[in-house]
């Protein structure tokens, strides 16, 4: 099959599943998230990035604020990693770890970015998170044995 009658077949099948999709389902499920305290989301493989997506999306939403308003409320120590620190779900942390990378739509002082969007940023976070790692390795003083044993091999 060329290009066109590949992607006709393939947007014949989307439109088939969407059809079959009960809506009070994901009624029930966006209900659920509204109502919710907390929002745990899990998949694995390519699902699980699609999950990601979902967390992501919940976040844009202002969820991630919420479960911040609910889990200090309940005497939890919040820590904020962000671009951008002066928002108000900082405000509410008890720690920022503040990234002066370029952000999407950022405006502080920060690092410029020829890279589009918040790629700057989401590479300094990963390393930021790995020196982070890496430190704790050394303070608990665990061997990369201990380590590789907690590796996971299956997804």
């Not at 919420?66 to 120590?77: N, R």
């Not at 410029?112 to 918040?118: D, L």
Request: contains cysteine; charged residues 30%.
């Amino acid at each position: 099959m060329d290009f066109d009658e590949t992607k006709h077949v393939v947007l014949d099948e989307l439109r088939e599943v969407f059809d079959r999709i009960d809506k009070r389902e994901i009624d029930r499920i966006a209900d659920r998230i509204r109502e919710a305290n907390r929002v745990f989301l899990i998949g694995v493989g390519r699902e699980g990035l699609s999950t990601r997506a979902l967390a992501m999306r919940l976040m844009h939403l202002g969820h991630i604020h919420y479960v911040v308003e609910q889990a200090k409320k309940a005497g939890a120590k919040i820590a904020v990693v962000t671009g951008t620190p002066d928002r108000k779900t900082p405000a509410l942390a008890d720690d920022v770890l503040w990234i002066p990378a370029c952000v999407f739509h950022g405006k502080d002082n920060v690092v410029p970015s020829v890279q589009p969007m918040g790629c700057l940023f989401e590479q300094s976070l990963l390393i930021c998170f790995d020196l982070v790692v890496l430190k704790l390795i050394d303070e608990m003083e665990l061997k990369s044995e201990e380590i590789v044993n907690r590796h996971r091999n299956v997804e």
